[in-house]
C-alpha cells in the first residue's frame, strides 16, 4: 500500500515534531519551511525556561526525530487549496505541492517594537528586543552598543501584548517567565548587574515557573516593580532614562539604565491572512472546536498545530504535534 502524502506547512518545533508523529503513524510527511533552515525562533534562542536547558539541544532532538523526511526550505506558501481527494499547496514562487492532507504549523512572528515608539527601539542605540537580547547570550557577550558592559538594565514586559494601543489585546502567554529567565541569564552572563523587570501582572502560571520566580529574587537579586515605562529617552552618553509609576506604592519613579530588553510578544504570522482559513480575534487560526477539536481547522484536510492558533509553550506545542498526526489517521481512516 502507497503512503499517502501529508504536507507539514512549517519547520518549527510543531512541524518537525508533527512530521515525526505523522510517519510514525504511517505516513508520508513532507516537509515545507519558509526559511532556508529548519527550527523555528527556538533555533535562534539560548535557554529555554523553567530548566535553562539549551535551545539547541531541544532542536537537535527534533532534528534527529525527522531525519530522512522529505522537506522543501526556503519555500513560502502563500495559499491552500483544498481538493476533493486532498489538500494543495502554493508557494510564492508558483510551484504546487499536493498532498491527502496539510498541517499548518506556521508559527508566530515577533511583534515589531518600533510600533511602541515611547520606548525608542530602532533610535537609542541601546534599547534591545528580548531576541536580541537571546542572540547576545548565544553568542557569550552581552555588551552595550559602545562594547561597555551594562551594569543596570531594565526588562519592561507586555510589548505588543495586552496593549489595544497596536490591536495586540491578547496575551503573550510566555513573556512574563522568559523575562525572569532572562533576568537569572543577565545576572549570571554579568557579574554584579543590576537587573529590574517591570511588568502589568506576573503570569508565572507553568510547572516550575514560581519557583524560578523566586529563585531569581533570593539568588540573583533581581527586582520586580509592577508599573509601565511611559517614557523611555537617552542621555548624552547613550544611556536610556525611564520614566515609570510605581502602581503599587502609587508614585513616579525616574532611573537612568545601561540598556532597556523590550520583551516582545507574539502575533499572528501574515500567512493568517492569506490561507483562507478563520481566524480568531487575535488574528491567529481558528480551531473547529477549542475544547475537544483543537488540532482540526473548520475546512475539511486542513488541521491546526502549535503556535498557528496562539502562543503556546514548547510542551504544548509539542503535544499538539503528536495529537494532530493521531487525528489525522482517524480521519483518513474514515
Known sequence: MTQERILVIGG???????????????????IIEKEKAAGGHVARWDRLFPTQLRAQEVIDRLSAGAEGIGSATGCEIVSLLPEADGVTAVAADGQRFEGRAAVVATGFDLFD???????????????????ELERMFREGRVAMKSGEVPKRVAILHCVGSRDEKVGQNHCSKVCCITGIKQA????????GVQVTNFYMDLRAFGNGYEELYRR????????????????????LDKRIQLKVEDTLVGRPLRLTVDMLVLLVGMRAPGCCSSFGLPTQENGFFAPRDPYVETVASPVRGIYLAGTATGPKT????VNEALAVARRIKRDLAK
Open 113 to 131: 517594537a518600533r510600533l511602541k515608539e515611547e520606548y525608542g527601539y530602532g533610535m537609542y542605540e541601546n534599547v534591545v528586543t528580548s531576541a
Open 184 to 191: 537569572i541569564e543577565l545576572t549570571e552572563a554579568v557579574p
Open 314 to 317: 514548547i510542551g504544548e506545542t
Open 216 to 235: 531569581s529574587q533570593v539568588e540573583h537579586g533581581v527586582t520586580y516593580v509592577r508599573g509601565r515605562i511611559s517614557e523611555a529617552g537617552e542621555t
Open 12 to 30: 518549527g518545533v510543531a512541524g518537525m515534531q508533527a512530521a515525526a508523529a505523522l510517519r510514525e503513524e504511517g505516513f508520508q510527511p513532507f
